[in-house]
Structure formats: C-alpha cells, structure tokens
C-alpha cells in the first residue's frame, strides 16, 4: 500500500502533537495560533465575496478563542468590519488567548461580552474547541443556540462547538457550521456520523503540525483520498486468466441466488482471471444463465454433504488462490460443513454474512478460526454492526456505540483482519493503525452491496494483495464505485448491480 495516508487523531492525540511542535520542535504556540487565525481569515474573506455584511467571531477562553480573536484582528487589518465576542472570565483564559486579548485591545477594539444585536454575514464559531469533555454546559448552550439561530453564514474553528472530537457526537447541542477549518490534522470526529450534519464543508489548514510532530507514535487511525484506479493490482501485459487469481467462492443458496451472481460478477470486475462458484443445485440454471462466465461447483441441497462432494470441495479449494464463503449460503448443516472445510484449506479466506453468522453460532468453528491465525494463514472477516455483535456476543446498540472499538475487539478476538461494515467502515487487524473509510454515500446502502464488496475484496487477494492490503483497498473501491453510480443516478436510488458497474467507471 502507498503511504498516502490522511491521518485522523483523537483530540488527546492532537494536543500530544501540539505540544511536541511546541516543546521539542521549538515553533511558539503563538505563531501556531496566527497560522490558524491567517487559515480562518481567509475562508472569511471567501465567505464574503458572495455576502454583504459584518463578521462576528464568538470565543471562549481557551486557544481555539484565541484562534478567533486573532482572526478579528487580521480582519481589521484588511478594513474587514469584525465584532468579537469573549466568553468566560480573562484571568482563566490560556496564555495565548490573554495576549490575543490585549493586542486587540491595542488596535481599539473591545470584545462584548455577549452576542451583541444585529446583522451578521459571517459568524465564527471559536467558542469551545475539541476539549469538551462532557455534556455543553447552559450557559454555552445559549451562546450555540443564538448562533444557530442567526441567518448567517457559520464557520467553525477546528471543530463545530459542541461536538465531540472523538466520537462526532453533539454533546447535547452544537454548532451547525456551514464549513469547518480544522486545524494541522483532521480530527477523527469530524469524520464519524452525526458529525457531518454539523460540520459542513470540512477544510483541513496547515499551521506546522504534522508527521514531524509525531515523534514516534502516529495517529492510530487514517482514512485515504487517493484516485482509485491508482490502487488497482498492476497487472502484467503477458499475462493470461489464471496470472490474474483464481477465486472460489461459496454463495447463494435456494432463495438467495442474487448474492452468488453479485459476488461473482464483482470479482471479476475487480479484475480476478478466474472466478468459480459453490452454489446449490438447485440455482444452477440461473447461475449459469446470469454468469455464464463463472466455473461452477454444485451440491445437494439437504441436511449436509454426501462424502464425494466433500472431496470435490476440497479439490475445488486447492484450484484456487483465495477462498470467500458466506453471502447468500444460509444458516444449515451444509452451509457449516462448507465453511468447516474451507477454515481447514491453507489458503487466503475470507468469511462473510452466513459465514459470520455460522462462526458466532458454533464455538468448534471459532476454534479452527483461531487455529487458522495460530499457524500463519490469512482470514478476513467482513461484519456489518449487527453481525460484529453477535460475533462479540454484546448487544447491538453497545457495538454501535462504538464501531472502532469493537472492530478491533473482533480482530484481537480472532487474531486476523476485520472489516467492520457501517456507514463509516474500518479495516484493522489485532494490532497497528485503523483505517477508516469516508468515501462513499448513503445510497449505497441497498440489498447485495454487501454481496458486491466480498467480491471485490475476493478479487484482490486472489491477485496477490495481503489481506490487510486487500481489505482496505476493497473497501475503499467499492465506496468509490458507489460515488461513482450515485453520480450517475443523478438524483435517483442505485441497486448492488449500478455499484458493480461503477466499478468501470473509476
């Protein structure tokens, strides 16, 4: 993988690096502060080229206030009309936010103490900052709600008040912020939902933190921007079908013949030589009907497998490069005996939906999955939350609460990677960074998306991507493919099949 990561950081990261910057590289905290005021003023200037009016800049006492006063400051150097609010008491206020105070004062304007009356083009919003630690107190709350309220345009400094910098949550209220300047590195809650209802517009500006200032532990978590095509497989001018991976999947069921041709189609889309598919026989037609390019393997549908399908399974999953079971199987005895052999191959796996639902079921499957990671074999699990939960055993709305967290209890659990599936997905193994995915949109939320992204993932691997590699790349193409096929819908929904065909157009 391409070391082009953006990094995300926890506030309690972000101040780490802050003072490293300050202490052991040696850049004042003041000059810091005026980079950040320079980035503010200028979106304020944007701002205004498309509005007619006066600017307020709402502050608290802490550093992010500074930020804002240093901002009414650069204003009044361009002859920009800017009021500034101070809130809290100036004998608490930091060092930093009490010198930004007196040199304001020094060019003869002085802060109200309250929002003052009348009518505001711009507000900005350097009231609170990522330290919140717990809920808004009453008296901010008031401060959040008038600017709220106000026919302005908002932007917030680093953070939309209120919200949390780690979990993205409104702590009661926040800012409604039409953009948002955040400071040096992005902050992982400005990523994570309900965050982006409140941050509008999220604007990352270098003020002089950044891989420098992170000595020697970076940020836990990072998210990618990258052109897509860029992370394809390179693939070579001589090869030939079996050069580009072989994937064997196992998919689909009586009812469920749809996840078997999404998964099968995406693969080779996602550019696998070779797909072949473990259906039942009793979806074979329309298997080979609808996918006529895919091999197939068929077994009785029943209470298990006849003893040569067995063998021939076996034989199936030696042919191949890498294994993916789950989407479609259903929850039976020949469903469990599939996945019970293809945990025992030595090959790359990877285990989805039923898959999942079969491994939090049976404590004898966990064991060959964890014996799996024990002698050096490859598993990538791909959960959505509700799957993630039954898989940890806890209750659905505790694992949504806090999506991370639990994805990286799965992959310490079972001691591979695991791709925890949700609105913001995150790929992680036992140990080392997270990524998190912020591409993609809501519309991609729709039946067999799920059946699509195994494909892909599958496809990968079979071309010789590690899992790790494979299932943050996967990922993010598949998010990609569905910007791709929403654009194209041009306001309407999408199905599983317009995010396969977006595929091609990234």
Not at 358 to 378: I, T, V
Not at 386 to 408: K, N, Q
Not at 443 to 469: F, Y
């Amino acid at each position: 993988m391409k070391e082009n990561r953006i990094y995300l950081v926890t506030p309690e990261e972000m101040r780490a690096y802050d003072a490293y910057t300050i202490e052991r590289i040696g850049i004042p905290s003041l000059v810091l502060m005026e980079r950040a005021a320079l980035a503010v003023a200028a979106r304020v200037e944007e701002a205004l080229k498309s509005r007619k009016g006066k600017v307020l800049c709402v502050c608290g006492s802490g550093n992010n206030g500074g930020d804002g006063l240093a901002v009414v400051r650069l204003l009044a150097d361009k002859g920009i009309d800017a009021d500034a609010v101070f809130l809290g008491n100036e004998n608490r206020a930091k060092e930093e936010t009490r010198a930004q105070l007196a040199i304001l004062r020094a060019y003869g304007i002085t802060p109200f103490s309250s929002i003052p009356e009348g009518n505001y083009a711009v507000v900005v919003d350097a009231v609170l900052g990522t330290g919140l630690s717990g809920e808004v107190k009453e008296n901010f709350r008031m401060v959040i709600e008038t600017m709220n309220g106000m026919d302005a345009y908002r932007i917030a400094v680093d953070i939309p008040s209120g919200l949390d910098g780690k979990t993205g949550k409104a702590l009661g209220t926040a800012v409604r912020a039409d953009e948002t300047v955040t400071l040096g590195l992005e902050k992982i809650g400005l990523c994570l939902y309900p965050a982006p209802a409140y941050t509008g517009r999220v604007i990352l500006a270098d003020i002089g933190i950044g891989p420098r200032s992170f000595s020697e532990k970076k940020p836990e978590m990072y998210t990618r921007k990258d052109a897509p095509a860029a992370l394809r497989p390179c693939r070579r001018p001589d090869g030939n079908k079996g050069t580009f991976g072989k994937v064997f999947l196992t998919a689909g069921s009586g009812n469920m013949a749809g996840a078997a041709l999404l998964a099968g189609e995406s693969a080779y889309r996602a550019g696998a030589g070779m797909v072949k598919l473990a259906v039942p026989e009793v979806i074979r037609e329309i298997v080979q009907e609808k996918l006529p390019e895919a091999l197939l393997f068929t077994y009785g549908s029943g209470t298990g497998l006849k003893e040569e399908e067995e063998k021939a399974f076996l034989e199936n999953c030696r042919w191949a490069d890498t294994l993916a079971v789950g989407c479609g199987l259903s929850v039976c005895e020949s469903g469990r005996r599939l996945l019970e052999l293809a945990l025992s191959v030595r090959l790359p796996l990877l285990i989805d939906a039923d898959g999942l639902n079969l491994l939090a079921g049976d404590e004898n499957l966990r064991e060959l999955l964890k014996r799996r990671s024990r002698e050096g074999m490859e598993t990538l699990l791909t959960p959505h939350m509700g799957e993630l939960a039954r898989l940890l055993g806890e209750p659905v709305d505790r694992v949504c609460d806090a999506e991370a967290e639990s994805t990286r209890a799965a992959a310490r659990r079972f001691d591979c990677v695991v791709a925890g599936k949700s609105a913001r997905s995150y790929v992680c193994g036992p140990a080392g960074p997270m990524f998190v995915n912020t591409a993609g949109n809501d519309k991609m939320a729709t039946a067999g998306s799920g059946d699509v992204l195994l494909g892909i993932l599958a496809a990968l691997s079979a071309q010789g991507m590690g899992m790790r590699e494979a299932a943050e790349t996967g990922v993010y193409l598949h998010a990609c493919a569905g910007d791709a096929a929403a654009r194209a819908a041009a306001g309407a929904g999408i199905t599983a099949g317009d995010i396969i065909r977006g595929l091609s157009m990234l």
